[in-house]
């Protein structure tokens, strides 16, 4: 079943950019929507993903990016009736 979904990135260490980025490519099936902004002084980037696929498909992308230093995430997910 899939579902609808959206993830906020909070990226507090620039030095993971990359490696956040490259994840992100990785799940690029699923993302519908993405956006990213710089916050504070430029210190800290937020980036905002709307998502639909399977539990399995978001888990593994908020799971692998949820395991990366200096990066904080915060998930919520829908189910979609169609």
Same mark, same amino acid.
């Given at each position: 079943m899939e579902r609808i979904g959206t993830v906020l990135i909070l990226i507090e260490d620039k030095e993971q950019v990359e @490696?956040?980025? %490259? &994840? &992100?490519s990785k799940y690029s099936d699923i993302i519908i929507g993405r956006q990213g902004i710089r916050l504070f $002084?430029? %210190?800290?980037? @937020?980036i905002s993903l709307v998502l639909k696929g399977s539990m $399995? %498909? &978001?888990?593994?992308?908020?799971?692998?990016?949820g395991n990366i230093s200096g990066i904080n995430i915060k998930s919520v997910v829908l189910k979609s009736d169609k």
């Open positions: @490696l956040v980025n %490259s &994840i &992100i $002084d430029a %210190s800290h980037g @937020l $399995d %498909s &978001i888990g593994g992308l908020t799971g692998k990016l």
